[in-house]
């Protein structure tokens, strides 16, 4: 049986409403946080690693910093905007 199915009418383990908005909440908030390192690693690795190696450079490592940064700060912005409405 997977997540999402429901069991049998006499069970015992049947799920509150509550409790399914809490587990489906946590899927995707897991989702969202591995949709978000993807897709920083990409963008931040495409912008910053010019030459692969072993390991950084001291201006790799100081803009890749800089690049997860600025991400971290423009999704929190973002996010307000769309879930936490105007608070001008």
């Known amino acids: 049986m ?3 199915s ?3 009418p006499g069970s015992s383990q049947q799920m509150s409403a509550q ?3 809490n587990k489906l909440q946590s899927q995707l908030a897991l989702e ?3 949709q ?4 920083v690693r990409g963008k931040c690795f495409e912008k ?4 692969p190696g ?3 450079s001291g201006s790799e490592s100081s803009c890749i910093s800089r690049c997860v940064d600025r991400y971290i700060e423009a999704t929190g912005i973002i996010s307000k905007t ?4 105007s608070q001008h």
């Open 82 to 85: 769309l879930f936490g409405g």
């Open 6 to 8: 429901s069991p049998s």
């Open 32 to 34: 969202y946080a591995q």
């Open 19 to 21: 409790e399914l908005k």
């Open 54 to 56: 072993s390991s950084l």
């Open 36 to 39: 978000f390192l993807e897709t």
């Open 2 to 4: 997977d997540s999402f």
């Open 48 to 51: 910053c690693i010019t030459k």
